[in-house]
């Protein structure tokens, strides 16, 4: 009989820990961490003054490359599942490079920032470790876009535009609790993000392209809880 006493303090007091663990109505989090946005793009033929002019190559088409930055986010909690998380970053830095009949060339490159709004879901594990589901929407803005020095020489490039963008967002991820205030995380994010690049070159003409980098985000961070 005293072990079975002792067996049931010892369970009360593990649910009295998780429940302790879990989320609560008015909690804030936030997160630091490494994320990667690794694109993976399609993009539209290349082509010389927009739809009505000469495509470079059946086959032309453009690349853009990782980069890892800091990514923070902050999060509120509505109650014990659901959430409303901002997603930002230091600014990521991703080159442009030519696909298909213009592999190899150094196109430039351009800066952007990614911030997500999202509805975040988690399921009750009755454990440390915190699963949820998000979705929502993410408004990419471009800047600082440059054509590649050798771009220039060879075409006379003097400028580079890359259209903002406004999109869907989905996200997996799992928080696991260390404590009442402390957490490590770790998500996988799927974002929708289109733009429209133009480079003007010395002659008058525009150099013209469509690319969706619809990229995965992956982030690792830990968070503390308010």
Known sequence: MKMLKAAAYVVTGVSLSFSA????????????????????????????????????????????????????????????????????????????????????????????????????????????FMPYFGAGINYTVFFDAEPSDSLKSALGASKMKMDDSIGLAVQVGVDYKINTHWLVNASVRKIDIETDATIDLSNGDRVDVNVDIDPYVYTLSVGYVF
């Open 21 to 128: 663990l879990a989320y609560e109505a008015g909690d804030w989090i936030v997160r630091a961490g490494v994320t990667q946005v690794a694109p993976d793009e399609s993009s539209s033929v290349v082509s010389v003054n927009g739809d009505n002019g000469a495509a470079l190559g059946t086959n032309s088409g453009v690349g853009v490359d990782n980069d890892e930055q800091l990514g923070l986010n902050i999060q509120y909690m509505l109650n014990k599942q659901w959430g409303v998380e901002l997603l930002a970053a230091t600014p990521f830095k991703h080159k442009v490079n030519g696909t298909g009949d213009l592999a190899g060339l150094d196109i430039g490159e351009g800066k952007q920032l990614p911030p997500t709004l999202s509805a975040v879901y988690y399921f009750d594990t009755g454990s440390a």
